[in-house]
C-alpha cells in the first residue's frame, strides 16, 4: 500500500513537472514573439523616420523663409535652425546626410529656404552662398516619360530646344562623366549599342525648380540625375536581395509604370513577372512593342509583336535591354516589394482594373470577358 501511493505521488509529481515545463515554454514563445514583433516595430519605424527626414518637409509649399545662418555656425547648428524654420524635418538626419554625402563648406548669411526644397538643394545653396529668391521656373516632368517626351517639356520652359536635349542625353563622353559622377546608380551598360539612348528611364518624374535665367542641359539633366539618385539609394539593398542590377531594376520598374495605375497592380504585376521570369518564360508586355516600334498606338496588333527588338518582350525573354520610361517611386518600390502569388497571366481591362489567372485557360476567357 506505501508503495502504490509512493508510485501515485511519484506520478503526480511527474505530472506537475510536465505541466510545469509546457507553461513555461509558452511563456517563452510568447516572450520571444512580442520581442520579435517589437524589433521589427522599431526597424520600420526607424525606416520610415530616416526616409521622411530625407524628403522635403512639404513638396507643395514653396513659400520662402529667410534663414540666417550666422558665421562660424556648426553643422548641428545649421540643421537647429533649419529644423525651426520648418525646412528640414530632422536635425540629426540632416547631419547624417551631411557627413554622408561629404558636404562641406558652408557659408553664413541670409537665405531664403522653402518646405518643397531637397536636401540636395538646401546643402548646394549653403555651399555657394547663393541667397534663394523665388524659383525662375518651375518644370513637372510626370510619370511613364521617355527621354523625348522630357526633352518636349522642357524645350516649352527652357532656352535649349528639343535636339540639344536629346542629343546631350547621347553623347558618349558627357554619360561617360555622368557613370563617374554617380556610380551608384549609372554602369557602362548603358553605353551598350543596342539601348536606345543611355540615360532612357533614369531622369525622374518630378517637379524641378529652377533658380538661375536659362540653366543649361547639363545642369537640368544633373538636377534630375540627383533626384533619381535620392530616390533608388534606398532601394539598393532591397534590389540587390532580389539579385538584380540598379540597371535591370530601374528597367523592371519602367514596366510597372506603363502596365499599370494603381501601387496594388503594380506590385502584383511584379509578382507575375517574377513567376516568369523563374521559368524563362517571355514577359509579353505590350508597352515594350511599342517602345520598340517607336510610336504611340492605342491598340497592339498581332503583327506589331513580331518586331525585331531586343526591347520587344514577345520575342525574347527576360527583362528588356533597357527602361522604356521614366517611373514613379512606387513602381520601383514594387520592384523589391512584390506581390507573391500563382499567377502567370494578367488582362488590363480598358477601364482601368487588372484581372489575374494561373493558367493559360483561365487568362483566355479574361481576355475574351474584358478585351473586345
Known amino acids: 500500500m506505501s508503495t502504490s501511493n509512493h508510485d501515485d505521488h511519484t506520478n503526480e509529481n511527474k505530472k ?69 524654420k520648418g525646412i528640414i524635418e530632422d536635425s540629426r538626419i540632416f547631419r547624417f546626410y551631411i557627413k554622408f554625402r561629404n558636404k562641406s563648406g558652408f557659408q553664413a548669411g541670409e537665405y531664403k529656404f522653402s518646405p518643397s526644397m531637397t536636401l540636395d538643394e538646401i546643402t548646394e545653396t549653403l555651399k555657394t552662398g547663393k541667397i534663394v529668391e523665388e524659383a525662375v521656373a518651375t518644370v513637372t516632368i510626370p510619370e511613364g516619360k521617355t527621354i523625348q517626351q522630357i526633352a518636349d517639356i522642357y524645350s516649352n520652359k527652357m532656352s535649349f530646344d528639343k535636339e540639344e536635349f536629346v542629343e546631350k542625353t547621347k553623347d558618349v563622353q558627357y554619360v561617360e562623366s555622368l557613370i563617374e ?60 536581395e532580389k539579385d538584380l542590377t540598379v540597371h535591370e531594376a530601374v528597367t523592371f520598374a519602367s514596366l510597372l509604370e506603363k502596365e499599370a495605375r494603381t501601387v496594388e497592380d503594380r506590385k502584383k504585376i511584379a509578382g507575375v513577372f517574377y513567376n516568369r521570369l523563374e521559368i524563362d518564360m517571355a514577359l509579353q508586355t505590350d508597352p515594350t512593342v511599342l517602345y520598340a516600334l517607336g510610336k504611340h498606338k492605342d491598340r497592339v496588333l498581332h503583327k506589331d509583336l513580331e518586331v525585331d527588338s531586343p526591347y520587344n518582350t514577345y520575342k525574347y525573354p527576360g527583362i528588356p535591354v533597357g527602361p522604356i520610361s521614366n517611373f514613379a517611386q512606387n513602381s520601383l518600390d514594387a520592384v523589391v516589394n512584390p506581390v507573391n502569388s500563382e499567377n502567370f497571366y494578367f488582362v488590363a481591362a480598358p477601364s482601368g482594373e487588372v484581372y489575374y489567372a494561373e493558367d493559360y485557360d483561365e487568362h483566355l476567357r479574361l481576355k475574351n470577358k474584358y478585351l473586345p
Open 16 to 84: 506537475k513537472s510536465s505541466d510545469e515545463a509546457r507553461t513555461v515554454r509558452r511563456i517563452v514563445a510568447i516572450v520571444l514573439s512580442v520581442i520579435v514583433i517589437a524589433i521589427a516595430a522599431v526597424g520600420i519605424s526607424g525606416y520610415l523616420y530616416v526616409k521622411s527626414g530625407l524628403e522635403p518637409v512639404d513638396p507643395n509649399d514653396t513659400t520662402r523663409k529667410t534663414v540666417e545662418i550666422p558665421i562660424g555656425s556648426s553643422v548641428s547648428k545649421i540643421g537647429s535652425i533649419l529644423e525651426n
Open 181 to 240: 559622377k554617380h556610380p551608384s546608380i549609372l554602369s557602362d551598360v548603358i553605353l551598350e549599342p543596342e539601348i536606345r539612348n543611355p540615360l532612357e528611364g533614369y531622369l525622374f518624374a518630378a517637379t524641378y525648380q529652377f533658380y538661375k535665367e536659362d540653366p543649361s542641359v547639363e545642369e537640368v539633366i544633373e538636377k534630375m540625375l540627383q533626384k533619381t539618385e535620392e530616390v533608388v539609394t534606398p532601394y539598393l539593398d532591397g534590389i540587390n
